[in-house]
């Protein structure tokens, strides 16, 4: 048995002139959770649907567990949850979860999907009557009733507030303890920081950075300083020595700068600023700079 339970090899796709995954190699091992990030046309939807068998690659090859993904599919290795679609307005949550589950070969029992998904308590429901969160939730469900060994999730709390969002991967942490795989795509930086091993950078259709999420913060080097400083000038500040780049929240301004000992000495001669803190960079820092920079592994 492979220990590979995804394989991408020389993937690409185009749309017309544009090259929505360029050449695109990726490898993710059994066990491994694995976030895929990038700015808006990065790549990762078109990916994940190539991955999953929705579109096939111009060229190149994906391989699920040494399957394709149709094999793959078929023998109900792959649970996947994806932004949209896959719902009937006119049954409700738990119909719709059974239904899914009556379609696999080895389903795990109903009930025990819906309460780890948090649909139990409105899985008497409609469809057409729930939130947008509720029903990325019953397609949770749907993935986890496969028993799969793969999740492939893209943005899978689109619509989910912050409570929600929160019970979402605590029941992910428990699924990801049974050893299965997960890949996710996802837009909540923090969410890649927070649960992922492995964090894959994508922009324009390559990957940029691969690593866990102390790696990819640390191939940017710098710091950043947060102050309070009302009526703050930012064209005055980003001149400052060591600045790269100041933003204001507020009456709380950050400097990301590239000589934070250089750029605090020249904010206290040249402001009153308070409530000084310098921190290293953090995930956004890292995910700025790689995608509108250059290209670091």
């Known amino acids: ?11 690409t796709k185009r749309f017309g002139e544009v090259t929505a995954v360029d050449g695109l190699d990726l490898t993710i091992r059994r066990g491994e959770v694995v976030a895929l990030l990038g700015p808006n046309g990065a790549g990762k939807s078109t990916t994940i649907d190539m991955l999953l068998g929705l579109q096939r690659p111009d060229s190149g090859e994906v391989r699920l567990f040494g399957d394709s993904p149709t094999k793959a599919i078929a023998r109900g290795g792959v649970g996947a949850l994806m932004q949209s679609g896959g719902l009937l307005p006119d049954l409700t949550a738990g119909e719709t979860v059974r239904l899914a589950a009556a379609l696999q070969r080895n389903p795990r029992p109903v009930g025990e999907v819906l309460e780890r998904a948090g649909v139990a308590e409105f899985a008497g429901q409609r ?44 029941s992910m942490r428990e699924e990801t303890a049974r050893g299965r795989t997960v890949l996710f795509a996802t837009h909540y930086l923090e969410e890649a920081d927070d649960y992922a091993d492995r964090i894959v950078l994508l922009r324009a259709g390559r990957v940029i950075a691969d690593g866990s999420g102390a790696q990819i913060k640390a191939a940017v080097s710098g710091r950043t300083i947060r102050a309070s400083i009302p009526g703050a000038d930012l064209a005055s500040l980003a001149a400052l020595p060591g600045v790269e780049r100041a933003e204001a929240r507020g009456e709380t301004v950050l400097l990301h700068c590239d000589d934070s000992d250089a750029a605090l000495r020249a904010l206290l001669a040249a402001t009153d600023a308070r409530d000084i803190e310098v921190t290293s960079r953090n995930l956004e820092d890292a995910f700025i700079a790689l995608t509108a920079a250059g290209s670091i592994q």
């Open 127 to 170: 469809v057409a009557g729930l939130s947008g969160g509720q029903q990325q939730r019953i397609r949770f469900a749907m993935a986890l009733v496969v028993n799969p060994d793969l999740l492939v999730l893209d943005e899978p709390t689109t619509g989910m507030d912050v409570e929600t969002r929160r019970a979402f991967w605590a």
């Open 1 to 11: 048995m492979t220990n590979e339970a995804v394989q991408l090899t020389g993937l």
